[in-house]
């Protein structure tokens, strides 16, 4: 792990109306760390993710990437950003009318990443290492949920991001292939020394990928820390959160 910051979030705000979802909010993402972003439904953790590769733009504050300020950057000037800060789709979002092969590879053809061939090694790359291998010319309708998770990561890490943002990367999974996709997104960090940052509710999967937690509370992170020191935080919010998610130490 890096203990510089990667992405850092200075004084974030953000309302929908009358609705405050982000208030003030910090936070620096380390380089080489997966952070886990935690709190209540409803606390904003899809929101803020949004921000950090600028789907979403906030109202005050900012989000630096490598120190540069990204919020301040015009569409077009985002592009490369995104290329280095890649976000798989929670429900995999893979086009139906293309194989898996040409579903990995989309994103390569559009920006014109190297050439034919090495496009093609690739995917085959990309399969194996997401255990897809031999998939290349099957469709998505063909595919398990778990397998499309699987494709649509392989899809998302081929330009080479250097940040993974992983929202609610389980859900809809049985705890199996639940636990199966937390694997790969620990191997995937230490393979290619990614940073990574997942929101999620899967609590056991939260313990297993996380080397630190932050706890987002009333718009702002009220807490961040190792699994251990969260569970051993004597502030209420966070206790009450953190005993009755049942998270064990490790």
């Known amino acids: 792990m890096n203990e510089a910051a990667k992405i850092s979030c200075r004084g974030l705000r953000k309302s929908f109306g009358s609705l405050t979802v982000l208030d003030g909010l910090d936070l620096d993402v380390l380089g ?51 290329l ?42 990309l399969l194996e290492t997401v255990g897809l291998a031999g998939t290349h010319k099957r469709m998505p309708s063909e595919l398990s949920g778990g397998m499309r998770k699987r494709a649509a990561l392989a899809r998302s890490l081929a330009v080479k991001p250097e940040v993974m943002l992983y929202d609610e990367p389980t859900t809809g999974l049985d705890p199996v292939t639940g636990h199966q996709i937390n694997e790969l997104i620990r191997s995937l960090q230490e ?10 509710h899967d609590l056991a999967g939260a313990t297993f990928v996380a080397d630190r937690m932050a ?36």
Do not use: W
Not at 191 to 200: A, E, N, Y
């Open 191 to 200: 393979q290619f020394g990614l940073t990574s940052i997942v929101v999620t």
């Open 32 to 82: 080489g760390e997966t952070l886990v972003i935690l709190g209540r439904s409803g606390s904003g953790k899809s929101v803020l993710i949004k921000h950090l590769n600028v789907l979403l733009r906030p109202d005050a504050g900012s989000v630096m990437f490598e120190g540069r300020d990204v919020t301040a950057l015009r569409e077009h000037q985002l592009v490369d950003v995104r």
């Open 84 to 125: 280095k800060v890649a976000m798989p789709f929670q429900a995999g979002a893979l086009f139906d009318s293309l194989t898996i092969e040409e579903n990995i590879a989309f994103p390569m053809n559009q920006h014109k990443v190297g050439t034919v061939a090495e496009r093609r090694d690739r995917v085959t790359e």
């Open 215 to 250: 706890f987002l509370y009333h718009g702002v992170i009220r807490k961040i820390g190792s699994v251990s020191e969260m569970c051993a935080e004597s502030d209420p919010a966070v206790h009450e959160f953190f005993s009755l998610g049942n998270f064990r130490q490790p």
